[in-house]
């Protein structure tokens, strides 16, 4: 019954991955991601249903646009198949029913703001507050050990503690982070937007000290800190929820 579960999880989180895909590429450029349909990037033919089926379109297309043969970027199909990974993730940690509903709609918000602001270097308002909306009807649903009360002091405590860095250090992070690690702390709770700010801090660094030595990064070249708090989000969730 598991990999009957399994299998439907997959193909949920392919679809899923699809449409996340058009969040990534459409959010950041101010465009609505219910219109106008999707379509070819360079000839601007409409897809239809066959053209949009997760992963089985683009292997069966090799990869290239059916109208115009303009090749396919490859980061839609590593979305849908990085949800899909993520969901089963989900589905071997969480707890029940709720648990898994709730994880997953937390991992789709970090794939999509990971995406962003490792492409754009922006963390967009949009998405953080669908993200803690989302997070307050989980809690408000009981779908989580975060209850309503200290899924908002979560929130309080991730910003306040990054807006008090940002004020200190000034600079180094930004109000984007902020934003990001509050909504991380309405899913996880207070004490979780601060493990997820130590746990992303010291991936962070070890990864930026690593960019330097091989000369790929320079070391006043920014980098995107909202995919290390992702990271270190999904870790934290990864073990508080058992």
């Known amino acids: ?78 979305i849908e198949g990085v949800t899909a990974l993520v969901f089963l993730g989900v589905f071997a940690l969480a ?7 709730s994880g997953c709609l937390f991992g789709a918000f970090l794939i999509v703001m990971f995406l962003i602001d490792l492409e754009h270097m922006r963390l967009p308002n949009s998405v953080n507050g669908l993200g803690f ?4 009807l989980v809690a408000a649903l009981g779908w989580s050990d975060v209850g309503v009360i200290e899924s908002i002091a979560g929130a309080a405590v991730g910003s306040g503690v990054v807006l008090l860095i940002v004020w200190l250090s000034k600079g180094g992070m930004g109000v984007g982070d ?14 979780g937007s601060i493990y997820t700010l130590f746990v992303a801090s010291f991936v962070g660094a070890g990864i930026g000290l690593a960019l330097i030595r091989l000369g790929k990064h ?3 070249t920014p980098i995107p800190f909202g995919p290390f708090l992702a990271l270190g989000a999904a870790m934290v969730w990864a073990v508080l929820v058992r």
Do not use: N
């Not at 707890?95 to 509903?101: A, E, I």
């Not at 909306?133 to 307050?136: E, V």
């Open 133 to 136: 909306i989302a997070a307050l």
């Open 95 to 101: 707890p029940d029913w709720q648990g898994l509903v």
């Open 1 to 78: 019954m598991d990999l009957i579960h399994m299998g439907l999880l997959v193909i949920i989180g392919l679809v899923f991955g699809s449409f996340l895909g058009v969040v990534v590429d459409r959010v950041p450029r101010g465009v609505s991601i219910i219109r106008p349909a999707s379509s070819c990037s360079r000839c601007g033919h409409r897809l239809g249903p066959l053209d949009l089926v997760p992963v089985l379109s683009y292997l069966a297309q090799r990869g290239r646009c059916r109208y115009c043969e303009t090749r396919i970027p490859p980061r839609d199909l590593a």
């Open 178 to 191: 902020a934003k990001f690690l509050g909504v991380i702390g309405a899913f996880l709770g207070p004490l």
């Open 218 to 220: 320079g070391r006043r």
